[in-house]
Structure formats: C-alpha cells, structure tokens
C-alpha cells in the first residue's frame, strides 16, 4: 500500500440549522393538523356555489368573494412537500412535485390552485426518485452563483438561466428559489457559493439576466435572501447593524437593479434582522425601499422560518409580506384574529392576497401546462459543460521553459492527487444542491480529453472514495439526514512519499485538486477550511518538490465554492486554475481548460485576500461555526458576530476596501489569466443627451490563441467632506467575443449617471456631486490600462428615510485611516 490512512472517521460539516429546521417542519405537520384547518375547510367548501372562478381579469370579483379564512390561508403557505395535508383540506387534489420546497394553498372553490416552488438556485432541487415508480427525476447540476457570475458574461448567464427554467417548467414546479443575491461580505460565509459577487454592480447586472432567463419560460425566481443574509451565523436571530449608506449602495443596490430590469416574480425575505428589525418584519425594507422607491410589484414571501414568537404574524403582513412560508396553521389564526381584533387593517389583508392572486394567474399550473417530467437534460448537459469553463478562472500560468498550461502533447499520462479529484464536487450543500444523474470527476474528464491518469494512484483514491461513501452512508443516524442534501466532504488520505516516487515514473505531470464543502447553516472556520489543511499542505510540497526536482509541472486545481488561502503556497503549483464547483460536467471542463480545448476567460468577482483576516469584516464575523451549540447563557451575553454583527467596515467591503486603504492581496477583484494576451487602444468617452456616460475601448487579441477579454470601467468620483468615497468603483464592464489572434473588437459600455451616484444620509438621497469624474478601464482592478475623464452634473435623487442604525457604529473611513 501506498498510502496511510489518516483517519478513518471521515468529518463531516455539523449542519445543527438544518437538522433545527427539519424538525420544525414535522412539528409543522403536527400542528397544522392539530389547528382545525381541515374542519375551516370543510366549512369553505360551501360558502357560495356560485363563486367566481379566478381569471387573470377577475381579481377583484374573487378577492370580494373570499371569506376572511381564505384570505388568511392565501397569505399562509402549504408547507412543506411532506405537508401535502395543507393543500389535501382545502379540497386539492392535485399531484405535488416530491423534494419540492413549498407550496401556496389551494382554494378548489374559486379556481385558485396550489403553485409549486422549488429550490434553485443551481438547478431545479427535487427528488430524484418517488415511491410507486421507476422514472427518476433527476434535474441538471449547473455551474453554482459564484462560477457563474465569474463568467461576466450576461448573455451566457441568460442562457443557462433559460435552461433552468425549462426544467422548473418541465417538472411541475412554478417558481424557483433563486438566484442569491447576497453579497461576499466575507469569504467565510458558507453559502457564498450561491451567490455571486462581493460587488453589487456584477450582482446586479448577473442576477438579471439570470432571472431574464429563468422567466423567459414561463415559470418565476424569488431572488433571495433579502437583504443582508451575509453569513450563516445565528442567520436566523442575528441583527446586522449596518449603516443606510452601507445597505442602500452595498447590500441593496444589487437587488435594486434585479426588480428594475427583470421584474422577478417573488423576493424572499431574509431570516436576519436588519438594524434590529425582522427583514420579513420590516416595512421600511418591503414596502418604503423595495416598492415605493423602486417600485416592486410581485410577492414577497418569507424565509422557512414559519411562526416565529418574537414577531407578530400581523407585523410580518401589514410590513408586505405577502407569503409566509413554509405555512403553518397557526398564522393563518393569527392572521384572522388580529383583523377581528383591530390590530391588522383588512386593507393590507386584501392589499397582500390581491398579489398573491396576481402572482397565481402567472404560474403555469394556472394555465394549466401540462409538464412532461422529461427536461432536455442532454442539451443542458452541454450548456453546464461549456458555460463552466468560461466561469472558471486561471490564477497563475507559469513553467521552466513554457507555461504549465494548456498542457502540451508531451503530457499523456497525469498523477492526480486529492481526493476530489475523485469525489469532485458538482455544487455546494443545502437547500442550493441538485439531485444530479452523476458528477464527472477528473480521471473521466482528463480521459475524455486524451489524457490518461496513472492507475496505482487512480486505484488507490477511487478504492477509498468508495469506500468512505459506503462508511458515510453505514454511519448515517437520524441527525445526518443532511447528506441528501449534496455531497458532503470526505477526508484526505495521506500519499506517502514511496507513493510520489512510484508516480514521478509514470506521471509526465502532477495535478492535485484541493477541495472545499460549505453550504446552507454553518460558515466557514479559518483554520482547516479557508486555509490548507497540514495533510494539503504536506502532499503539495512534497509533490511539487518531487515533480520539480525531475522537470515536470505541477497544477493545482481548486474545486471549492469560495476562495481559500493561496499566497503561502502557491509558490509549489506552476499553475492554479479555480474551477469553483461547476455542475455535473466538472471534470469535463476542468479537463476542457488543462488542454486548451477551452481558453479560460473567467476573472475574480471577489477578492482573494493574503489572509482570512485582512477582510475588515473578518473582526466581526462569525469566527466559532459551532455557534447552535452555544448555552443560551452564552447568548445571553450578546455574542459579537454572532447574535449581533457590526457593520464596522460599512462601505469598505472587498476591493473597495483593499484599494482604498493600500492593502495588498493574493489576487485582486477582477483579476483572471487567459492562454493569449490583449492590447486596449483607442479608449474613449462621450456624454449621452441624457447626461449618461459611454465609454469605448478596443480590445486586440495580441497573443497566439482565440480567446475572450472582460473589460472593467471603475470610476473615482470626486470626494466632498461630508460624504468620502472608495477609491474607485465598478461601473461597466463588457466581455469580447472569441477573438482569434489578431482580431480587435470595440466594446462601448454606457454608465448611467444614476450609477454615478452615493448615497447620502443626511438627506436621504442618492448624490452625485457635480465635478470632474475619472473613468478607469481595466483588466481587473489592479490592472488599470487607460483613462479618460468627464465633466459630470449634480445628480440628486431623493428616496425613503428608512433602515437607520438603532445605535451608532464606529465605522471605518479613509479619513480617519485605523
Ligand atoms: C433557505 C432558502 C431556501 C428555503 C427553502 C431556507 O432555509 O435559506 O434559501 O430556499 O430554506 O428550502
């Protein structure tokens, strides 16, 4: 044997969040039964034979015929799919979708159907296989947020977001929780991989075309978490305290570009406080931001919370929180007490159903589609398979005599270490996982590209993956119901160093894949996770000096939904190539990428930083995962980053931070390596009658390959004492075609003189001050190639007052350098 095993137990992620919320739902179950819906129902079924039946130009005559319970039972959802009772009492007969997430209640009496909403946003998450039946359903494992958005590439993001929705549509469901479009405040937060970016200019402009996509089909997203659900900590008590410049222009402005330009169906409204108030609570959030500044005119459903005892169902409606999911009787007897009582106006009631019903004579169940359960899965194989790799981004390409990649015809037969290489990870854990039909992982990836992977080395891994599998599924107990929820993590072996040597003959190079697991309730910890593990650490020095010493190159590949630790070892890899966790085709695009069938065109939406800690927000992040486990007593003493996080850092998150204050970084926001090289020429600026800005460059592909650039606009706007700014700002960026070597293409961005614009609180308005603006165009952010400047007007565009911090914070500004 070639290896020792380190340990045979294999750690897993302790989801305690999950295992909490799974056991809510079947208290859910119980309660609901408990709680007398079925005796309200049978009691509807006759109130007035001659209802209207709903169409989509009746509401108002349906909305008049409801009794006060419907009502109320509209504004409640029907639980979980295990819940089909809810739907079942109002007389619905109709077939759910199993693993589904949810469902609206039916009322058979008015035409009403239940609607189907399912997981995303990486996929359609349903079962996969349903009891009295062969058929499987398994939907296609796409690239997850963070590939995605690293493709900056809007019209690629729309097609997988058609693809997306053709299976939503396909397998019954009507709406798709997704896209996430919270922001990489920290790259500790475990369910960063869903989302995008640390920055919501990309959020924003990736976030619509993915929903342009998805609706296109016929069938709804519920953008999500809104807002501020940026860590997993306490996500369901903790209140972010954050200032309105930061939420208005750092965590909103995202969402805020989603609603204008794509007009989503649904929002979801985030678990976490905002400023001390429930985001599904929070009137100043669902109604004064989301519908009269911007205004919003689709549902707004809750988080799968259910009731909560520190907030009054009838605050929750009344803020415009149309749905409360995952339903739970007792809201619905909430909700007609306090209309009875006088604490709920009936106005909000009927202002919330009456959306609801708009939103109903959407859904294809309205209509009446008959779905096929049989998606084009094929032709969504290959959209995952090629739009990954223009996801995926190369951080270091170098060699002794030529770059390591893409791999030259000398290399045939590759050693791969790490267990993911075998295990390889399609997508992240959680709610956001897929029931995939398989993973590709890289010995069948390399293959398929003609390249063979030693067998000893292939034995040995695979043997162990099989196994720790079966031992995963042998040790399984009731609180690890979690592992249908994705793949967990298994652990590394230990290659020993007469194992190297063995493989240093065959192998004509090394690839060692480093992967990372994190998902829905627990973030991530610095040590073990964010950094390299002592086992990683040990087997890419030892194979890099082995490899090295006789000539031949070592890559790295990293197989991980978020950034980890780079700079102390990158030193050891030729080659480092993030392949993120891209779908069910993985190790065929890794593989795609190594040999240069694919150039690589991905760039970083988010800051890779030296340490874990360099990040301002680090300081008041979540730093003890374990934190479900905490004794109240320990809650009680108002756990920093846990149960209360400060925003301290304010509008310094990501590279707004890193530039402004001079701080280096691993690599920077923006940054990404092709296998050619491209020249700007030409930049220029002009003012729109409009006041709004166009700049143009042009881009020639001066290297040997085809290959696609992404450009940046950052913008540096001129400070005013009362309201400082970041360095400069991400304000367009556009992405070539496949330019053959040689070609030139002109990319000309428009930059809104709306997008110009802080906010400022004193005035609650958004303030662009009138002044010279400097318009910086790049090729990341550290990488500025030319500038041109305007002269530009004041713009003042006044909004609500809402969201103050309930205390003050001491936040970080450049004027008073910390
Ligand atoms: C997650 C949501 C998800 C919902 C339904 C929640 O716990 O935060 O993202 O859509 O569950 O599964």
């Known amino acids: 044997m070639y290896t020792s095993f380190s340990r045979q137990s294999l750690i897993l992620p302790t989801i305690s969040w999950l295992v909490m919320k799974k056991l809510f739902l079947i208290a859910c179950i119980v309660m609901q039964q408990n709680l007398g819906w079925s005796q309200d129902a049978s009691q509807l079924q006759n109130v007035g034979s001659n209802a209207p039946k709903l169409t989509a130009t009746n509401i108002d005559e349906v909305l008049a015929a409801m009794t006060l319970e419907e009502k109320a039972q509209m504004l409640v959802g029907g639980g979980h799919h295990s819940f089909v009772g809810s739907g079942a ?57 963070t590939c995605l958005a690293c493709t900056w590439n809007t019209e690629l993001v729309e097609e997988v977001g058609r693809a997306i929705g053709n299976e939503t549509l396909e397998y019954g469901c009507d709406v798709i929780l997704g896209p996430g479009l919270n922001i990489h405040r920290n ?23 993915c929903v342009k996509g998805i609706q296109s089909q016929g069938v709804g997203v519920s953008i999500k978490h809104f807002a501020v659900n940026s860590q997993e900590g306490d996500r369901t008590r903790v209140s972010e305290n954050v200032s309105q410049r930061a939420l208005r222009e750092i965590y909103l402005r995202g969402f805020e570009r989603v609603v204008r330009e794509s007009n989503p169906w649904t929002i979801m409204s985030s678990y976490n406080k905002i400023n001390g108030v429930y985001a599904m609570g929070n009137s100043g959030l669902l109604t004064d931001v989301l519908r009269n500044d911007w205004g919003y005119k689709g549902i707004v459903m809750t988080d799968w919370i259910g009731k909560r005892h520190d907030l009054p169902t009838e605050q929750e409606v009344n803020a415009g929180n149309d749905l409360l999911m995952p339903g739970y009787g007792e809201q619905a007897k909430d909700i007609i007490g306090a209309v009875k009582s006088g604490r709920l106006d009936i106005k909000d009631v009927n202002r919330n159903v009456r959306r609801m ?18 998606p084009d899965t094929k032709t969504h194989a290959a959209i995952t398979r090629q739009s990954s790799t223009e996801g995926m981004v190369l951080l270091k390409n170098e060699g002794l005599l030529a770059t390591a990649l893409p791999f030259s015809s000398d290399v045939k037969t590759v050693a791969l270490f790490g267990v993911n290489s075998y295990d390889f990870f399609s997508g992240g854990l959680g709610s956001g996982c897929v029931n995939v039909p398989y993973v590709i992982d890289m010995v069948t990836g390399l293959k398929n590209n003609g390249i063979s992977t030693t067998p000893a080395l292939t034995e040995i891994y695979r043997d162990y993956v099989t196994f720790a599998r079966k031992k995963l599924r042998i040790d399984k107990n009731p609180e690890m119901w979690f592992l249908d929820q994705g793949q967990p993590k298994l652990d590394e072996i230990d290659i020993t160093e007469r194992c190297i040597q063995h493989e240093l003959k065959e192998a004509d190079a090394a690839i060692i894949t480093i992967g990372r697991q994190a998902g829905e309730g627990i973030d991530r910890a610095i040590e073990g996770e964010f950094n390299l593990s002592q086992m990683e650490r040990s087997l890419l020095t030892r194979v890099s000096n082995a490899f090295h010493a006789a ?41 795609d990428v190594l040999t240069g069938r694919q ?18 927000s680090t300081a008041n992040f979540p730093q003890e995962p374990d934190y479900y486990n905490l004794s109240d007593k320990m809650y009680g003493q108002r756990m920093k980053g846990v149960n209360y996080t400060n925003h301290e850092e304010d509008i310094y998150v990501g590279y707004r931070y890193f530039d402004s204050f001079g701080h280096r970084v691993a690599y920077p926001f923006g940054y990404g390596l092709s296998y050619t090289v491209f020249s700007y020429e030409n930049a ?27 450009v940046q606009v950052y913008v540096s706007a001129p400070s005013t004492p009362s309201m400082e700014k970041p360095a400069k700002e991400l304000k367009a960026f556009a992405k070539t075609r496949n330019l053959q070597p040689g070609e030139s293409q002109t990319l000309t961005m428009t930059i809104a003189r709306r997008d110009l614009a802080s906010f400022d609180e004193a005035k609650s308005q958004w303030l662009a001050d009138a002044g010279r603006y400097d318009f910086q165009i790049g090729a990341s952010s550290a990488d500025i190639r030319c500038h041109v400047s305007a002269e530009v007007k004041a713009y003042a565009e006044p909004v609500s007052s809402v969201l103050q911090l309930q205390s003050k914070l001491n936040v970080l500004r450049r004027s008073s350098k910390k």
């Not at 690589?600 to 890779?608: A, V």
Request: hydrophobic share 40%; charged share 20%; glycine share 12%.
């Open 357 to 374: 019903l708009e939103y109903i004579v959407k859904t294809p169940r309205f209509r009446g589609y008959q779905f096929s359960n049989h």
């Open 599 to 616: 150039n690589p065109s991905g760039k970083l939406t988010m800051t890779w930083p030296i340490a874990a800690t360099d990040h301002p």
């Open 187 to 209: 790259p500790l937060c475990g369910r960063n991989f869903e989302y995008y970016s640390e920055d919501p200019f990309v959020t924003g402009a990736i976030g619509a075309a």
């Open 89 to 145: 009492m109002m007389g619905h007969q109709e077939k759910l979708v199993a693993g589904a997430a949810g469902i609206t209640v039916a009322i058979p009496r008015l035409g009403i159907p239940a609607t189907v909403l399912c997981d995303g946003p990486a996929g359609v998450h349903i079962d996969a296989t349903r009891k009295g039946t062969d058929q499987t359903f398994y939907a296609t494992g796409f690239p997850i947020g």
């Open 684 to 710: 220029k600026i002009k003012k729109l009658k409009n006041e709004d800005i166009e700049v143009s460059v042009t881009v020639k592909n001066t290297g040997k390959r085809a290959g696609k650039e992404i």
């Open 551 to 591: 000539g031949k190159p070592v890559v790295v590949v990293i197989n991980s939904g978020s950034v980890i630790e780079t700079a102390s070892w990158r030193d050891y890899a030729d080659a480092i190539l993030v392949a993120w966790q891209p779908g069910q085709e993985g190790g065929n695009s890794v593989a």
